[in-house]
């Protein structure tokens, strides 16, 4: 986290306008995709916090992780919005907002500005929320259901 911090410092002292968004991505879909290209179209510089994935295990339940963060994150990094990566071991991005102090943080629209979790710690540290993305019509869990009764079909 700390070289992110230093590279948001660089890049602030440029006069670019940095947008963190952050999630699991675990098995990215078309979802993840439109939300990050739309947070990326906020600023000059995107920064993407994967949750690490003892984290995900918290947050998600058991089985989760599919993906270890390492991959998760080079996935990410190969995507054309995508400027930078960072994973982070908390269980809210907090930490990394602090860290990087984003003039927006943009979340999907599984949120509002108000449930946003780390909403107090990016206006503390001069930024704004902005909620981004299509509807939230795509879900991990979902694909990972449809794989389970396909496959479950197929035997």
């Not at 006069?15 to 952050?22: D, K, Q, T």
């Not at 599984?110 to 780390?118: G, L, M, Q, R, S």
């Not at 929320?129 to 197929?154: C, L, M, N, S, Y």
């Amino acid at each position: 986290m700390a070289e992110a911090a230093g590279i948001a410092d660089r890049l602030r002292a440029a006069g670019r306008r940095i947008v963190l968004a952050n999630g699991v991505f675990d098995l990215l879909h078309v979802g993840h995709v439109r939300y990050l290209e739309a947070a990326r179209a906020l600023g000059d510089v995107l920064f993407v916090g994967v949750n690490g994935d003892a984290a995900v295990a918290r947050l998600k339940g058991a089985g989760r992780p599919l993906m270890p963060a390492r991959e998760r994150a080079e996935v990410l990094a190969a995507l054309r919005a995508v400027d930078h990566v960072v994973v982070f071991e908390e269980d809210t991005a907090d930490a990394l907002v602090a860290a990087i102090r984003p003039a927006i943080h943009a979340k999907g629209t599984d949120y509002t500005a108000e449930t946003v979790p780390e909403r107090e710690t990016v206006r503390r540290h001069g930024g704004r929320v902005v909620i981004v993305g299509d509807p939230k019509d795509h879900a991990t869990r979902d694909a990972i259901q449809t794989i389970v009764e396909r496959f479950a079909r197929a035997r």
